[in-house]
């Protein structure tokens, strides 16, 4: 019950997404487990101290749990005492205090430019719907930096190819504008043609399956892994999200200005953008060395 009611409070109150919220229940339900042998109905909130938050990601630890997702978990326990001092079930966060090393980003995967080009420009069959749709959907995500769940829902409607630009609803339903170029505005018009031959405007949806129905996350991987893999594309990861990544990286590659890469992502704050600018430096780096005839000269290692 508390674990029910604490998701609707993350969906109604502080607006997370489904995602977000079914993690954070998760991660409390595990928590709760621990104090309860597995039932919220005997779980009391005031009995839990902060030496069980320790004891528990102790455990965690123990088990193999990386420092980062033991991290999300007590952020996670520390979300829902707020949420129940908030209510007046307790009087005090039993996680707070409690604190974890901060895990390091990591750098970014992301795609090669030339790899993305030859991708893109690939061959395929204009007389496939499905074909076309999925070729559009790698090309949207490439070209406008969109995380999956804003491509999935994408509204039609939002989608102004004389503009030249979207409106995407993003992370706790904040509202973006992003352009794009004549590329992408043919292609969604040749798209949305034959999707209204093969399948209506039954949906209030851009990217659609064959029956009408929206896309799902795993439906989305699957076209852009299976793209990348026919396309022989050097990555260590193949998914949706690293052609984000990609896009980031190209544009500040290519001169864009940091802020302007930065409300294209929708990113909260500058820090969440910058870690992109050490994938640049260490691409400028490599490209140094390669390069400039005194990078190795003897006597010096990696131009330094």
């Not at 109150?13 to 229940?25: G, I, P």
């Not at 919220?40 to 990386?66: C, H, I, K, N």
């Not at 970014?108 to 559009?136: G, W």
Request: proline residues 3%; charged residues 25%; aromatic residues 8%.
């Amino acid at each position: 019950m508390i674990v029910n009611d604490f998701k609707r409070y993350l969906l109604n109150e502080l607006n997370r997404s489904e995602l977000t919220a079914a993690a954070y229940a998760a991660d409390v339900r595990q928590w709760i487990g621990s104090l309860t042998s597995g039932s919220d109905m005997t779980f009391d909130p005031s009995a839990a101290t902060s030496a069980d938050v320790r004891y528990w990601a102790a455990q965690l630890s123990s088990e193999g749990l990386s420092a980062r997702s033991i991290r999300r978990k007590v952020q996670s326990v520390r979300a829902l005492y707020r949420y129940l001092m908030l209510t007046g079930q307790c009087t005090s966060n039993p996680a707070i205090g409690f604190s974890l090393a901060r895990p390091p980003k990591d750098i970014p995967v992301f795609v090669p430019q030339a790899e993305t080009a030859a991708m893109l420009d690939s061959d395929f069959a204009d007389d496939d719907f499905d074909t076309v749709r999925d070729h559009l959907l790698i090309l949207t995500l490439y070209t406008t930096g969109m995380r999956t769940s804003e491509a999935i829902g994408l509204l039609d409607r939002d989608v102004d190819t004389r503009k030249r630009q979207l409106r995407v609803i993003g992370k706790r339903n904040k509202e973006r504008v992003i352009p794009f170029g004549d590329e992408l505005a043919q292609q969604i018009d040749d798209y949305r043609r034959r999707r209204t031959a093969d399948v209506g405007n039954e949906s209030d949806r851009l990217f659609v399956r064959h029956d009408g129905r929206p896309l799902y996350r795993k439906m989305v991987y699957n076209i852009v892994h299976d793209a990348m893999v026919r396309n022989g594309v050097h990555s260590e990861r193949k998914s949706p999200h690293v052609l984000r990544h990609s896009f980031a990286t190209d544009m500040l590659n290519n001169g864009a200005d940091l802020n302007a890469v930065k409300s294209l992502l929708g990113h909260a704050s500058l820090s969440s953008t910058q870690i992109y600018t050490h994938v640049t430096f260490s691409d400028l780096q490599h490209n140094y060395q390669q390069a400039h005839p005194r990078a190795l000269k003897k006597g010096e290692h990696n131009g330094h």
